[in-house]
């Protein structure tokens, strides 16, 4: 079979990896010259992502993969398109299409008749159908169901696990007809094998969903639960601050019962996904009110800390501050919706100087991204803020810090941990502030 897959960003490159391994002939379509250069060359355009040097490496070597920018190149040959544009939000919070229409459009001009095409890029209920197979239908002249096939089929994979993910979680498929259900069925049960899953109701594997509304929609919702759930547990680290109790505890405890599945607080929600899917249910759904309140909830939590922070120390005016964590989850180069941003920008209108550690990003990446790098001077440091899990962090602290220093640990870093000696420790979700190791309770 021959495959076209249309934007190789950090899921896109993958699935084509993935496609080719199963055999295919696979042909990668972006509007960037220098990622279809490294991805001819067999060279990983973002690092990261596990496995994918080495099976890149070999497709492309097996001639069983290329890249190019041009669509006619790829789409006019392909039995089946799989398109992972991505899709954002404006200011207005209202979806742009630009670049998915863009590539809609080139992709109805080039297809040929019998062609299936399939959106894995996560988007508002009914997308797929009244949006993009209209305009599909009206420039190539042919009818859906019958002339070509359209489905949609969410990608559910995390960056830096992708392969493992593919196999991990069935794939859900809904077609814009019954007809194009089933044409997506049969392509991704060629392309993707699947783990054996005893946890689940029926086998892991492709599964197919009435249409493609339900398949937008199954995408919605598991991320949107995400957010509202994550925002639950930050509201409930608020009260037990103010209430004298340990949240950690309150969830561990609640979540020995089974229909109890509360999530971890934390400083900030990141992501290509949480910060954003939601936001497509909100445009479809105007009398949302649980969603719209989970949004703001996650989006204040930045400036909640920095207010926190602002109540044991007094003003911030001059002070340096040194947050670490520009990744937005732990232990992975992702810096997409990073709350390190929002903090950064709340604590410099308090006149606060602030510097960011990373391990994973260098001095200029840093400096890229339009903040200050940590100098390394750690005496000149008022205060710490926690703001990613890495691992790296926790051999951070055992060097010999200042006794005065004032540390906030927005992610629970040291939950397994011993908290460090001689500063200052105050943790999301606890009353209470370690000073010294030891605990002082405020509640």
Request: hydrophobic share 35%; net charge negative; aromatic share 10%.
């Amino acid at each position: 079979m021959r495959i076209a897959v249309v934007g190789l960003g950090k899921i896109g490159l993958p699935l084509a990896v993935q496609f080719a391994r199963k055999n295919h002939d696979v042909i990668g379509v972006d509007i960037n010259p220098k990622t279809v250069d490294l991805t001819n060359r067999g060279l990983e355009p973002f690092p990261e992502e596990n496995q994918l040097q080495e099976y890149l490496t070999e497709m492309v070597q097996a001639n069983k993969l290329r890249a190019t920018v041009d669509y006619q190149e790829a789409i006019s040959v392909a039995d089946t398109v799989v398109i992972v544009v991505p899709l954002f939000v404006d200011t207005a919070r209202n979806p742009d299409f630009s670049a998915l229409d863009q590539a809609t459009n080139l992709i109805g001009k080039y297809m040929k008749k019998g062609t299936l095409i399939c959106y894995e890029t996560t988007l508002p209920i009914g997308t797929t159908r009244t949006r993009f197979t209209e305009v599909l239908e009206s420039i190539s002249g042919h009818k859906v169901g019958e002339e070509f096939f359209v489905v949609f089929s969410p990608e559910r994979v995390f960056t830096g696990r992708i392969f493992q993910d593919l196999k991990k979680y069935p794939k859900i498929v809904g077609g814009v007809t019954p007809e194009c259900g089933s044409k997506g069925v049969k392509f991704y049960e060629s392309v993707l094998d699947f783990d054996v899953r005893s946890d689940l109701d029926r086998p892991n594997g492709v599964w197919l969903v009435k249409n493609s509304e339900t398949a937008e929609f199954v995408k919605l919702a598991e991320t949107t639960y995400r957010d509202v759930n994550i925002a639950l547990a930050n509201e409930f680290a608020l009260h037990a601050e103010v209430k004298g109790v340990d949240i950690y505890e309150v969830i561990d405890s609640a979540n020995s019962q089974i229909f109890s599945h509360i999530h971890q607080p934390g400083i900030s929600v990141g992501g290509h996904c949480i910060p954003i899917y939601p936001q497509f249910y909100t445009w479809g759904d105007p009398d949302s009110v649980i969603v719209k309140t989970t949004r703001r909830v996650n989006e204040n939590m930045p400036r909640r800390v920095v207010s926190h922070i602002k109540e044991e120390l007094g003003e911030l005016s001059e002070s340096k501050v040194l947050i670490l964590g520009l990744s937005y989850r732990p232990n992975v180069k992702e810096s997409a919706f990073s709350g390190t941003f929002d903090i950064a920008s709340i604590l410099e209108n308090e006149n606060a100087n602030v510097q960011v550690l990373d391990p994973y990003y260098s001095e200029n990446e840093i400096k890229n991204f339009g903040l200050e790098p940590y100098d390394g001077i750690m005496g000149n440091i008022d205060v710490i803020i926690i703001h990613t899990a890495h691992n790296e962090f926790i051999e951070f602290f055992k060097q010999n810090l200042p006794h005065s220093l004032f540390v906030y640990d927005g992610r629970n870093l040291f939950a397994n941990e011993s908290k460090p000696n001689k500063i200052n420790l105050k943790v999301l979700g606890k009353s209470e502030t370690y000073k010294g190791g030891k605990s002082e309770h405020r509640g």
